[in-house]
């Protein structure tokens, strides 16, 4: 029988210790390298075909190369954790901060700060599926089992503007493999994304719905199940609606297709 | 130059000064009586005279700030104009705080802030002393449609419009 039950339920129960208050972290930092390639395609759904200004969404292609660092920050009252997470790199995004609060189980309660990294240059709505990359949420599992894990995440811009980021996943645990000199658990899950959500911050409100599909692979470190590595391949279909266009209500629909990988690297200063 | 300006709000001098610590006359304080206090800005008064110049706050944001909260510190002169003294980026700051909407008209494009929420502290500040500020810069639009992120300028002002999400007088 792998570690993996043993170590996550004694992290499961040490993050339940009830705490007095708000305390330091003072775990060590960890830092990743994320490799994300984008592409998408977009149309109205009316078949319409797009008009001049809208055709710079026709497709877009994109690569991008950064680093997020975790610095552990507080630990708080329910077990919960504060990771400020630190992009860097020849990216938009570098120098951005977002904070990430979440339990040891990977389990993602809040992300603030993300207007931070809002916005077309940082690309929100294409980076969002990065949190659970690097805090994923992983069952229960022995060598060669399956199990089924929903993980949901909260995508909120500012006061107004809210999406809910849902994967349904089976999990399928592979035994431990070497990777970099180290032993990880590997893993492989596929499943559903849904998002839902609006953005409010207009009146009336721009609509946002999702369907797709998630599938990828995860190895986390045997030691401190810490993700080591994390191949993901993720796609869905966005419809986003515009009721206040000009003229006349636009239904856009963007097929997002996300797609790269995650190493942790060793910890700069 | 003359002395502290008389507040032309008694109630709220009264709270002021109460606040203060300068004994509530009449309720039979052996302090001795305090010295009037400094000409308080009135709350509602901060946030209208803010909003009546937009231009001056946002002039105060560095160029290069991006979404999120910023705190500035500013002189506040009371009087329509607004002299920077400091900026800091604060995330998450915490606080007691009134807000505001304030409607930047204009470009949006490349970085230039759509629209910035502000919020003075409850109570105000002192008039010709600093003044904490507090900015939240909306991100620019679109928040979760992905658009090239090279797309700049006039493209990005028609994309905008064409799909309802201009701000007025944009």
């Known amino acids: 029988m792998g570690r993996l039950p043993h170590a996550i339920a004694c992290s499961i129960a040490v993050s339940s210790c009830v705490h007095t208050g708000v305390e330091p972290d003072v775990a060590p930092p960890r830092q990743w390298s994320v490799s994300l390639d984008i592409h998408t395609e977009t149309a109205r759904s009316d078949g319409e075909p797009l008009d001049t200004v809208l055709r710079p969404l026709a497709r877009i292609d994109e690569s991008r190369r950064f680093s997020i660092r975790g610095e552990r920050a507080l630990r708080h009252p329910d077990g919960s954790r504060s990771t400020r997470l630190r992009f860097s790199g020849e990216d938009p995004l570098s120098g951005r901060v977002v904070d990430l609060r979440h339990f040891e189980s990977g389990e993602i309660l809040a992300l603030d700060w993300l207007e931070h990294a809002a916005g077309p240059a940082g690309g929100i709505d294409v980076i969002s599926p990065i949190f659970p990359l690097v805090s994923p949420k992983v069952p229960l599992l022995r060598r060669g089992q399956q199990g089924r894990m929903i993980t949901a995440w909260p995508v909120e811009v500012g006061p107004d503007r809210k999406v809910t980021e849902r994967i349904r996943t089976v999990w399928t645990h592979l035994g431990t493999q070497r990777l970099g000199g180290r032993a990880a658990h590997a893993f492989r899950y596929q499943g559903d994304w849904e998002t839902t959500g609006e953005d409010a911050g207009h009146t009336p409100s721009v609509g946002v719905e999702g369907r797709g599909r998630a599938t990828g692979s995860l190895w986390l470190d045997v030691s401190d199940l810490s993700v080591m590595a994390h191949e993901f391949d993720w796609e869905r279909r966005l419809v986003l609606d515009y009721p206040a266009a000009p003229g006349a209500a636009v239904q856009l629909v963007q097929r997002q297709h996300l797609s790269g990988r995650v190493d942790q690297q060793a910890v700069g200063r | ?170």
């Open chain 2, 1 to 170: 130059m003359s002395g502290p300006v008389p507040s032309r709000h008694p109630r709220w001098r009264f709270l002021v000064a109460a606040v203060l610590g300068a004994g509530v006359p009449g309720l039979g304080s052996a302090a001795p009586p305090a010295p009037p206090p400094p000409p308080y800005l009135e709350r509602s008064a901060a946030l209208a005279a803010l909003a009546a110049v937009p231009e001056a706050l946002a002039s105060c944001l560095p160029a290069d700030a991006t979404a999120g909260l910023v705190r500035l510190r500013v002189r506040f002169h009371g009087d329509g104009t607004l002299e920077p003294v400091s900026v800091e980026d604060a995330p998450g700051a915490p606080g007691c705080w009134t807000d505001g909407l304030l409607r930047v008209r204009g470009s949006r494009h490349a970085g230039a802030p759509a629209e910035v929420r502000f919020s003075v502290p409850v109570g105000a500040g002192l008039l010709g002393t600093p003044l904490d500020v507090e900015l939240r810069i909306v991100p620019p639009d679109p928040v979760f449609l992905h658009v090239p992120s090279d797309l700049e300028g006039p493209e990005r002002d028609a994309l905008l419009k064409r799909l309802g999400l201009a701000a007025e007088g944009a």
